[in-house]
């Protein structure tokens, strides 16, 4: 088994055991990881490269428990949807070594499309 199917049964057990499935649907689903994504955030906002670094040395616990959440949604969103995640994963990378070549993007920031 997986890793990532031995935690999706993890969090499908874990919700299914609290009733919880009754307020899950796409939508929601898609508000509770922005919503967790942007407490990722939370942790760097208005903090200089010094600040970041010093934090992270202090704070990488809750940092990981945000991390997490942000998992936990997308892998309850990607079963719900019935996506494999593993797959869509592959053919994204697929697509995005298409749009970004190593001979036009090595090294650069630029957008795809300004390469």
Do not use: C
Not at 23 to 38: M, V
């Amino acid at each position: 088994m997986s890793d990532i199917k031995r935690l999706t049964d993890l969090i499908v057990k874990f919700r299914d055991e609290r009733d919880w499935q009754q307020f899950h649907n796409p939508k929601d689903e898609a508000i509770s990881l922005a919503l967790e994504a942007a407490e990722v955030l939370e942790h760097f906002q208005w903090k200089t490269k010094e600040e970041i670094d010093a934090y992270i040395r202090t704070n990488k616990e809750d940092i990981s428990d945000e991390l997490a959440d942000v998992m936990y949604w997308v892998l309850l969103m990607s079963h719900d949807l019935r996506i494999d995640l593993v797959e869509a994963f592959e053919k994204k990378l697929a697509k995005s070594a298409e749009k970004y070549p190593i001979e036009k993007a090595k090294g650069s920031h630029k957008k795809y499309n300004q390469l």
